[in-house]
């Protein structure tokens, strides 16, 4: 298999070819457990579990590695804000720790809120059934290997230190800007009146790597520079490479940290080892709210227990995802997953109409191929899923050979396409079909008025394969029928 990636580092379309030629080892940004993930958080991580399942179809073994952020230092400092865009933080948070305010909020410790929501999350990996990770590294417990590497980088130079922080000197390191593309001197943060900003700071795009004088911090440790606690990325450098070592293979993210974490990260990391971190760095883009941003504020920031309270099956939520590239975004909306729903619905249906009455036979090479040369394509799932519903379709196959190819399929997919029927109960879509069918007709008529032809073509095919529906577009907007 000829498994090509966009790679962000480079821009590029590249052939995949691992550091082994057997293992692919990969580290996925994983969640910082002060609350539920919503259901942008949940397409990352669901992207995920089916970059490694591709690998796993395509051969490999892969060694999988994701860290939990249990440590109180995700503090929303000026230049975080300023430089990650819009976010849900109030001026008034600035600087306030999110694990201690749920602390706060909740009565609980910082070690039992963590906990809680490391618990939640194993749980959501699950009912989302996406391959647990082979190791969940917690940063509390790689405090020693985040101060040996900050001590790496005070020897070799690129520290400073000020009467709040240990500070990483991104002037010192030439390539600082490579993975976003933006130079040093573009990444100024202009000064806010109402936020405290550390005025001994030698750069805005310098970042801390060990706070000190934080005397009523919740969670620190004594180290060399005083008792404190780790900045905001060293904790993804010392826990990558020490189960992964440097350079491995692939690193993946959302797009929102390209700028800022992921940059810190290289810099850091190739700046203390003198290796680079990883080959290929891959970025999944923003899940949009009925066209627009999620945020707390908004209501809109649902979560997996919003979409099984409104009665959703969790993997309609995973086929859903399934429906967009990754590296595209993509716009969730409650019609659009119930129209998910109905189709994930259906072809669960097939596939256990088809186990009541046949035994797997041989995978058909015709669909294989299809199948392949869509996943090979940089993850390309739309088209993937195309063949799937080609294939379900296709009434001149084998049933056996039919049964066997969409669960050979589902390797990838993971919609666990084995498992029977979907209870009416459970698929739940206050929807119904024809409402989720105008669902997808308004969202390609958005994609067309963005230019997105590409994605109108996907939306167009996916309405004719899921719901027989042919879609004319005339003078007065889109007519759609269905086809017998």
């Not at 005397?215 to 905001?232: L, T, V």
């Not at 294989?368 to 196959?397: C, H, M, Y």
Request: proline share 4%; net charge negative; charged share 25%.
């Amino acid at each position: 298999m000829a498994l090509s990636l966009v790679n962000t580092l480079t821009r590029r379309k590249e052939l995949f070819k691992p550091l082994r030629s057997s293992q692919v080892t990969v580290y996925n940004c994983g969640p910082t457990v002060y609350d539920f993930p919503t259901v942008g958080n949940w397409r990352a991580f669901v992207f995920d579990d089916i970059l490694k399942r591709t690998l796993q179809y395509s051969g490999y073994q892969v060694k999988q590695v994701m860290n939990l952020t249990d440590v109180g230092h995700m503090t929303m400092t000026e230049e975080q804000k300023l430089q990650t865009g819009p976010s849900d933080i109030t001026d008034n948070e600035l600087g306030e720790d999110r694990l201690e305010k749920t602390a706060r909020k909740t009565g609980k410790t910082v070690w039992e809120v963590a906990q809680f929501y490391i618990d939640d999350f194993v749980a959501g990996l699950v009912v989302l059934n996406c391959e647990l990770p082979d190791v969940m590294p917690r940063a509390t417990d790689h405090i020693a290997q985040q101060i040996a590497m900050i001590q790496q980088l005070e020897t070799k130079g690129y520290t400073y230190i000020t009467k709040q922080a240990v500070y990483f000197d991104t002037a010192k390191f030439a390539r600082y800007g490579e993975l976003s593309g933006q130079k040093l001197e573009d990444k100024l943060v202009g000064a806010r009146e109402d936020v405290h900003v550390d005025p001994d700071k030698h750069h805005p795009a310098d970042f801390r790597l060990w706070q000190i004088n934080q005397p009523n911090h919740a969670m620190e440790w004594e180290s060399p520079w005083g008792k404190g606690f780790p900045g905001w990325h060293i904790e993804c450098s010392a826990m990558s490479t020490a189960y992964l070592g440097a350079p491995f293979d692939i690193h993946t993210g959302g797009v929102d940290h390209i700028a800022v974490h992921h940059e810190n990260e290289i810099a850091q990391t190739e700046a203390a080892l003198g290796v680079p971190m990883c080959r290929v760095w891959l970025h999944n883009e923003f899940l949009q709210i009925d066209g627009g941003r999620m945020g707390k504020s908004l209501g809109n920031a649902y979560t997996l227990q919003d979409i099984i309270q409104k009665g959703f099956n969790p993997l309609a939520l995973r086929y859903f995802y399934l429906n967009a590239h990754y590296r595209s975004k993509q716009n969730f909306t409650w019609e659009a997953l119930g129209g998910a729903a109905v189709a994930f619905k259906k072809l669960r249906k097939i596939t256990a109409e088809l186990m009541a009455s046949t035994m797997p036979a041989t995978v058909l090479p015709v669909y294989a191929d299809r199948f392949v040369t869509a996943i090979e394509d940089d993850l390309n799932l739309p088209q993937a899923l195309s063949v799937v519903w080609d294939l379900s379709k296709d009434g001149q196959v084998d049933a056996g050979a039919k049964l066997a190819t969409l669960l050979d399929f589902d390797r990838v997919l993971g919609l666990q396409l084995d498992k029977g029927e979907i209870p009416d109960a459970q698929v739940t879509s206050s929807t119904g079909e024809q409402t989720a069918i105008e669902a997808l007709v308004q969202e390609r008529v958005e994609a067309r008025r963005n230019k997105d032809f590409r994605r109108s073509d996907e939306l167009r095919d996916q309405l004719f394969k899921e719901f027989g529906v042919v879609v004319e577009d005339t003078a007065t907007g889109p007519k759609w029928v269905r086809k017998s």
